[in-house]
């Protein structure tokens, strides 16, 4: 079993950027990401990390402007959040499983979710 704390949430201007955190409760091997989900909108897919930190993966929308990383000597993965844009305003989950990044990415649902942080981004 395993715990997932989420934290950093809040507001930002569009273009500011924010650090989201997310401590496990354990030392992990799994898979770590995050996903999102805003009003009225499905869950969706943001980044995934392996536990060596050499594979990620990226949704689209966030390419070029997010970075995943973790460490691992504080059960702890972080997502860095530049050059925010309104559309990226959701409740971001932190999200761990066995899945590899790749199946993750494809679609393959986490086994363990936090309770979500908001992120607002005001225009």
């Known amino acids: 079993q395993v715990q997932l704390v989420e934290s950093g949430g809040g507001l930002v201007q569009a273009g500011g950027s924010l650090r989201l955190s997310c401590a496990a409760s354990?030392?992990?091997?799994?898979?770590m990401g995050w996903f999102r989900q805003a009003p009225g909108k499905e869950r969706e897919f943001v980044t995934a990390?392996?536990?060596?930190?050499?594979?990620?993966s990226y949704a689209d929308s966030v390419k070029g402007r997010f970075t995943i990383f973790r460490d691992n000597t504080k059960n702890t993965v972080y997502l860095q959040m530049n050059s925010l844009k309104p559309e990226d305003a959701a409740i971001y989950y932190c999200?761990?499983?066995?899945?590899?990044?790749?199946?993750?990415?494809?679609?393959?649902?986490?086994?363990?979710w936090g309770q979500g942080t908001q992120v607002t981004v005001s225009s």
């Open positions: 999200t761990a499983g066995s899945a590899s990044v790749s199946a993750q990415a494809a679609g393959v649902m986490p086994r363990y």
């Open positions: 354990t030392y992990t091997r799994y898979t």
């Open positions: 990390i392996g536990w060596s930190n050499s594979s990620t």
